[in-house]
Nanobody, 114 residues
Framework: VQLQASGGGLVQAGGSLRLSCLAS????????MGWYRQAPGKQRELVAT???????TYVDSVKGRFTISRDNAKNTVDLQMNVLKPEDTAVYYC?????????WGQGTLVTVSS
């Protein structure tokens, strides 16, 4: 699976960004899609996931601010990020999980200035 993420950039605190990820694989709907992030000097953390059926999970720190969505017909998964905070600054990675295998995209940098 190849994953191409886009949409990162620089934004002021309180602003919004939308990340998008395109997956090049058939049977996309069978994958659990997700977004991880890694901030400088910190461990990578899971931000949000979404099953093919639409079940979502979020890390507590982004609940109410971030929304994950997917389009199974287009093989895309998005992460809408609102009310961004400086602590959201990180490289964000799109992932696709099929069984126990996780595929990773190349990462896109999100920088939130205070």
């Amino acid at each position: 699976v190849q994953l191409q993420a886009s949409g990162g950039g620089l934004v002021q605190a309180g602003g919004s960004l939308r990340l998008s990820c395109l997956a090049s694989r058939s049977r996309f709907s069978l994958h659990v899609m997700g977004w991880y992030r890694q901030a400088p000097g910190k461990q990578r953390e899971l931000v949000a996931t979404m099953t093919g059926g639409g079940t979502t999970t979020y890390v507590d720190s982004v609940k109410g601010r971030f929304t994950i969505s997917r389009d199974n017909a287009k093989n895309t998964v998005d992460l809408q990020m609102n009310v961004l905070k400086p602590e959201d600054t990180a490289v964000y990675y799109c992932t696709a999980q099929f069984g126990s295998i996780i595929y990773w995209g190349q990462g896109t940098l999100v920088t939130v200035s205070s």
